[in-house]
């Protein structure tokens, strides 16, 4: 075993390099044969490595306080501030890339959350109006009759010619319909008739008449029909019902018929607003419950007289059907070109028989005049 | 000193004459960055002893690189500097409870990190070792100091230390180099 100091003092030579050769040799077999004496040589490399560190630190500091003493201050101060000058000369950029050095990282938080803000809020509008879009959609109240042919077919069992031709062709589309004058012009609406190769009307009793379209008004969705020379119409001496061009008042108590099925439905409700989807100044909006299939069916007020003509309904919102005004009614029939309506003019009434009825034989006498449209179309 | 005799050296050949130890080169590269480091103490609340400490504890960072071989410059050696000082006067002035102060700067700013990272763990030992030292007390330091940072031979030292033979200073060396150990070991664990 050798003795401590003798190692120690052949470590401080190994270190030198002082090691003769075969010292170096047993000091290497040594050194690989017992770890303990392996980690003593390390701790002492690591011992005098730190001291020179030290050593060479202090001196190199030494030699810096040699040199910052002999240093001429007032020419450093002055190239100092010779910085500074060159730097105010340049101040604007160097202002702002200062500012921007110093809150670069809070610029990019906070464009990071206005961007994300922005792209956000733009994404929520968007998928919420997207979506209220839908739900507000106006539903025009025509109902669409290939769905229950067969229950229709059905109905149908009186077989007379122009049932049989029903039953063959039966109508794509169907709403209401009224008459305007006692001679046979009835109002519906334009989306009811459009693309139509042929148009029935039906009454409450069944009978069914060929009808043309004299006008259709897409601005007012308003159209006219007229029967077609159909000697079995019979035709009224006068309308129960007159037609009323001035503004109804809010809360007026209305009433409608139509014929969202085969069979003619009496609808009641209060004028709500007056005006109609989405602010449409031509139409009212009513509190009453329409189906498809009442679309063109008149809306009269509590006198029987007829106010508007039932168009569509909010399907979003419970009780919110909309009605053109009579007045665009009117303005709709002027538009007709005379020779369309063969000099006969549309004799339309403003007198009313109704006023002094009650409810049930005010119905009676008007739904005589409402009519059931059914519009044929080829298939597309 | 002016303009005319200052020396035009290049960063490179100033580099070189610090690692060989070159006084001229060092009192030259000493001059030429410290105006720069001085205006950014000065400017951020500093003193201009603030700016000596911190531009030399700059250089020691610089030298203590050079001298062991890894320094690893990417950019200019003026933006190293100015970067190295401005970081350490940093922490000088977190040190001094001035949490979240920004610096206002004039000069391009370098990634220096790993270096001064080097520099702490450096500085922890250098602490440690000047600690002991002071510890271990006369004669001990001078004679270590004298074996492993002068590198006097055992014969130099048995006669500036007066020991009838070079025998008498291995013990007294060995002694104390034992009790060094214990004192420094104590603490420093790392490597």
Redesign the interface.
Known sequence: MID??KF??WI?KWL?NELTETERLEFETLRRSDPVLAQRAL??Q???K????????TD??S???R??A????D???D??????KV?KLHRNG?TI??LW??YRPILAVAASVALITTFGTLMLVRQYQSSHKQQEQYSMMRRDLQAIRRSQNAILQDLNARERALQINPGQVAGSGFLLSPDGYLVTNTHIIQDADSVYIQSTHGDIYKAKVVYADRKYDLAILQVHEDSAFRVKTVLPYGFEAGPTDLGERVFTLGFPREEIVYGEGYLSSKTGYRGDSTAYQVAISVNPGNSGGPLLDEKGNVIGIISGKQTSTEGATFAIKTDYLFRAISAIPTDSLKNNSIRMSRKNGLAKLARKDQIKKIQESVYMVKVFKHEK | ?TESNRLHVSDDQLLAGLANGS?EM??EL??RY???V??LI??NSGT?DDA?DIY?ET??VL??KV?SDSLELHCQLKTYLYSVSRRLWLKQLSKRSRNGY?L???ED?ADVDADLIDHEA?DR??D???DS?DRLGEPCRTL??D?????LSMQDITEKFGYTNADNA??QK?KC??R??RL??SV?KE?
């Open positions: 401590h100091q120690t003092d401080d030198r701790e002492q690591q011992l005098a730190a001291l020179k560190n030290y050593g060479q630190r190199f500091r030699r810096l306080n040199i910052h002999r240093l001429d201050m020419a450093v101060r190239e100092a501030s010779q910085v500074s730097r160097g890339r200062q050095q110093t | 000193m006084d060092l009192e000493y001059r410290f105006p720069m001085l205006h000065q400017n201009e000596k030399q250089l020691i030298y203590e001298t920004s206002i700067d004039t700013l450096r030992q250098f440690l070792m000047a030292l270590l100091e074996f492993y940072i002068r590198h291995k013990t060995y180099l034992m060094l150990k420094f070991f420093f490597e």
